[in-house]
DNA sequence: CTTACTGTAATAATTGTATTTACAGTAAAG
DNA sequence: CTTTACTGTAAATACAATTATTACAGTAAG
């Protein structure tokens, strides 16, 4: 599992708290990662609607879209992040035991309900909550 | 995340469809990998009472302990998997930004949050359910 | 046309996961 | 009582996944 739905709720955050715009330098300072990083999770961010980015010097960076009871499935979704899983997946190789056979598909179906329920728990969630608990 | 999870349920099938005992060789051929990884993950179903494991010569090997009803929230907990969570975490570093500051101890929650939920979609699930999918 | 950014990709470093190998411990079987 | 067939356990190694670094083309403000 990657820290990209991490470093997107995070970036939600500073933009949420900081009206105007932020650049990717700005969030990887406050996130503690690079920039470069930051830029490439944002690009999901924007292409979901949930951010704005303006490019050109000056009055360049991101901006928040999204009203503060926004949950965080809908960023979740936005950056695709898969919580539960494995590439790693039990008898793939054996194709005589009925058990390994059906493993694969057993496997990978537990996984899509847990990440259902992942995301059911994280609609739940607002924004807004978590600015609160912060300040 | 492991896998540590999936060969405890692959393994516990087998188990359940293989009265007598089995070896974790047998084991390791139906999973596609090596016995030594069977025998640790085995070891926990064992201290959790779902599994029993008799040495030495002959009759040696591993049985399982449980009923058919047994839910896989109950093996999920005996091997102790995270399914959610992560070892990198944003804001770490940074001790001047409120967000950042808070942000550990908010993601931690949130990744426990979902754990909770993913035992609770597991706790629907028995191993006779699975065992009906395979047979 | 320079400047300050984003968008994007390739490569390197780091960390996490699984494999391999090995051997001490255990109890049945001869 | 010694061999045999296993489990329990711990290194060390190999491999895969994740993050960091670097670089540069594209864009629009000034």
Redesign the pocket.
């Known amino acids: 599992?990657?820290?990209?739905f991490n470093i997107a709720v995070h970036a939600v955050l500073y933009l949420y708290h900081h009206p105007g715009s932020s650049?990717?330098?700005q969030l990887s300072e406050s996130i503690c990662?690079?920039?470069?990083?930051i830029?490439?999770v944002?690009?999901l961010l924007?292409k979901a609607g949930i951010v704005e980015?303006?490019?050109?010097?000056?009055?360049?960076?991101?901006q928040f879209k999204g009203t503060r009871r926004m949950k965080l499935s809908t960023i979740a979704e936005a950056v695709g992040t898969d919580f539960t899983g494995?590439?790693?997946i039990s008898g793939k190789d054996n194709h005589t035991c009925p058990i390994a056979e059906n493993m694969p598909e057993i496997m990978n179906d537990i996984y899509d309900d847990m990440n259902q329920a992942c995301l059911k728990e994280l609609s739940k969630i607002s924004i807004h909550d978590i600015a609160i608990k912060i300040f």
């Open positions: 599992m990657t820290s990209d650049t990717s330098l990662t690079n920039p470069a990083r830029r490439k944002l690009l924007k980015a303006k490019e050109g010097a000056g009055k360049s960076g991101y494995s590439s790693w």
